[in-house]
Structure formats: C-alpha cells, structure tokens
Nanobody, 123 residues
Framework: QVQLVESGGGLVQAGGSLRLSCAAS????????MGWYRQAPGKQRELVAGIAGGSSTDYADSVKGRFTISRDSTKNLVYLQMNSLKPEDSAVYYCHARVRTLARGINTEVNFWGQGTQVTVSS
C-alpha cells in the first residue's frame, strides 16, 4: 500500500505564508502526478494545484500568482508554498498522488489521498 502524510498546516493571519509538505511512502514504482486539493465546510473538494510529469503545473484561478507547487521526485515529496493568504483560503488541504503500485498483486495506477491538514487564515 501507499501512504501520503501531509504537514505544515496551521493558523496564519491574512497576508501571511504557509508551506505544506506531503511525503509518499510504500510500494511505489512511479508517481505520475501529485497535487493539492482543499475542502471548506459546506463546499466541494476542489483542485488547488497539481504537478504532472515532474514539471507541468496547473493552478486554480483563485490561487494563481500566490501559490506555488513543487516536487522532489527523488524523495516522493510534493510541496505547496502559499503566500498572500486570504481568509477564503481556509480549508482542509489534501495531498493527492496517482501512483503506479501493486494492488492485489497487479501492477496498476491507483489514486491515493492524505488525511488532510487544516489551514486557517484569520482576517
């Protein structure tokens, strides 16, 4: 199996910065894409930022210019640098990875999620 462990969430004032980290471990042949999603109370989970193929990135319009996703492929790590945080960025942030692994003995791609880390931005 594969585990994703996030860290770096917390409470910050508006305009501040936080850096989220996510480490993937387990039976990993390759990681084809990693990303960060968030879910605020009463809202659907949404993509914040994603990175595929090591360098191709995608961002939600609401975070462009403020957030930066990066990846250390050698260590199966993904980061989300969040600057100029706003109260509307408050949510639980989830790490996602599309991993080639062994599932029931079969080499296949599986989507995995972390347990989530809370980000709260006060006004």
């Amino acid at each position: 199996q594969v585990q994703l462990v996030e860290s770096g969430g917390g409470l910050v004032q508006a305009g501040g910065s936080l850096r989220l980290s996510c480490a993937a471990s387990g039976i990993i042949f390759s990681i084809n894409a990693m990303g960060w999603y968030r879910q605020a109370p009463g809202k659907q989970r949404e993509l914040v930022a994603g990175i595929a193929g090591g360098s191709s990135t995608d961002y939600a319009d609401s975070v462009k210019g403020r957030f930066t996703i990066s990846r250390d492929s050698t260590k199966n790590l993904v980061y989300l640098q969040m600057n100029s945080l706003k109260p509307e960025d408050s949510a639980v942030y989830y790490c996602h990875a599309r991993v080639r692994t062994l599932a029931r003995g079969i080499n296949t791609e599986v989507n995995f999620w972390g347990q989530g880390t809370q980000v709260t931005v006060s006004s």
